[in-house]
T-cell receptor
Framework: DAGITQSPRHKVTETGTPVTLRCHQTENHRYMYWYRQDPGHGLRLIHYSYGVKDTDKGEVSDGYSVSRSKTEDFLLTLESATSSQTSVYFC?????????????????FGPGTRLTVT | RKEVEQDPGPFNVPEGATVAFNCTYSNSASQSFFWYRQDCRKEPKLLMSVYSSGNEDGRFTAQLNRASQYISLLIRDSKLSDSATYLCVVNSNNFNKFYFGSGTKLNVKP
């Protein structure tokens, strides 16, 4: 299994409080991602990083910010948590490989964080 | 139209059966294709990358049809432990362009 950990694994928080989720990898992969998974929506990209201090928005970035100060750590912050942010959050990592004539990216996921905002 | 579409199932099959899932994608520029397995309340895990020539890993066979823009996963001799949700993922060879299907649920019964 890829060396990816997420913390905390479970969290219950109140509306309006800030929350930070941490993703830590030991694979030295360049690319890191935060997704949320909700019933009926599948996995949706929140933010991603393509290097230290290099981040960009995904399709559902409103209300979230990220930071990557080291290759191994990618933090996701909910500035002021809302009930609509109750979800399961997955971190993923990726690196480019070239198994044949073209480059490909395989993603590996962390164990997830279950966040409940009351 | 969704980038990637899958039949949500569930597919209910007896042990030992052969079952096939299809996944269609809309972007003809897509280059990389994957099948992931996700168990209940767990993270998605990479099952197979799908290559142009098709590939096999034990009881699992993946095929790609670029002309019709679909990929398939065939599971032979189904085991109880194969029960899970199978996600189809498509990438256009950009590190930030992964498109996920909503998953197909498989239940293998004794």
């Amino acid at each position: 299994d890829a060396g990816i950990t997420q913390s905390p694994r479970h969290k219950v928080t109140e509306t309006g409080t800030p929350v930070t989720l941490r993703c830590h990898q030991t694979e030295n992969h360049r690319y890191m991602y935060w997704y949320r998974q909700d019933p009926g929506h599948g996995l949706r990209l929140i933010h991603y990083s393509y290097g230290v201090k290099d981040t960009d928005k995904g399709e559902v970035s409103d209300g979230y910010s990220v930071s990557r100060s080291k290759t191994e750590d990618f933090l996701l912050t909910l500035e002021s948590a809302t009930s609509s942010q109750t979800s399961v959050y997955f971190c993923a990592i990726s690196e480019s490989t070239q198994p044949g004539t073209s480059i490909t990216y395989e993603q590996y996921f962390g164990p997830g964080t279950r966040l409940t905002v009351t | 139209r969704k980038e990637v579409e899958q039949d949500p199932g569930p597919f209910n099959v007896p042990e030992g059966a052969t079952v096939a899932f299809n996944c269609t994608y809309s972007n003809s520029a897509s280059q990389s294709f994957f099948w992931y397995r996700q168990d209940c309340r767990k993270e998605p895990k990479l099952l197979m990358s799908v290559y142009s020539s098709g590939n096999e890993d034990g009881r699992f066979t993946a095929q790609l049809n670029r002309a019709s823009q679909y990929i398939s996963l065939l599971i032979r001799d189904s085991k109880l432990s194969d029960s899970a949700t199978y996600l189809c993922v498509v990438n256009s060879n950009n590190f930030n362009k992964f498109y996920f299907g909503s998953g197909t649920k498989l239940n293998v019964k004794p």
